[in-house]
């Protein structure tokens, strides 16, 4: 069968067989995509190995497996098959840009974004300090809010977003990125009390 593995997943062991009896049949095979980990060639069963994907989009290698069945001295090759090994790259995302408002302004949504082509990539997010006014958690864009900071100092939420991609029926997670949301807060006067003096006196300042 055909399989389809992520970056850095073992591909199952491939062990052939065949309906032939009175004989031996032996098998030899080409790989023509060695990039994935795979040699480009080889006898008999093909060993459980880590696939390898690098780049940004699934890489997939076609392996020609040739049977040949051997009896009485004499050796008959027989009819190639084929099938495909696909490995999916690790998800990517690009960097997110922190971000710094005001108490009670609006922050924009926030699409992440990626470099990964040939198949589809999802993204999971968290948040750690749901006082700013976003959700703990979510799927997809973080969604525009109002920001929200009724204190006297800076809040500072962290979100985690999690890139997923997926073909061929296999999910591959990638690499986490992390940025700021930063709220400031609003400006709170202490209380200043009222100044008297006399004529061509001179006031202290007011801070």
Known sequence: NNQVVCNGSAVTAINFGTTNTGGTVTYTWTNNTTSIGLAASGTGNIATFNGVNTGTAPVTA??????????????????????????NPTANINALNDHVLCNGASFAEVAPTTTATGGTVTYAWTNNTTSIGLAASGTGAISSFTATNTGSTAITATIIVTPTFT?????CVGTNDTF???INPPPIF???????VCNASTTTAVV
């Open 167 to 171: 073909n061929g029926g296999i999910s």
């Open 180 to 182: 700021n949301i930063t």
């Open 190 to 196: 202490a209380a200043t009390t009222d100044k008297y």
């Open 62 to 87: 076609t392996i020609e497996v040739t049977p040949t069945f051997t009896n009485g001295g004499v050796s008959c090759t027989g009819t190639s098959q084929t099938f495909t090994i696909t490995v």
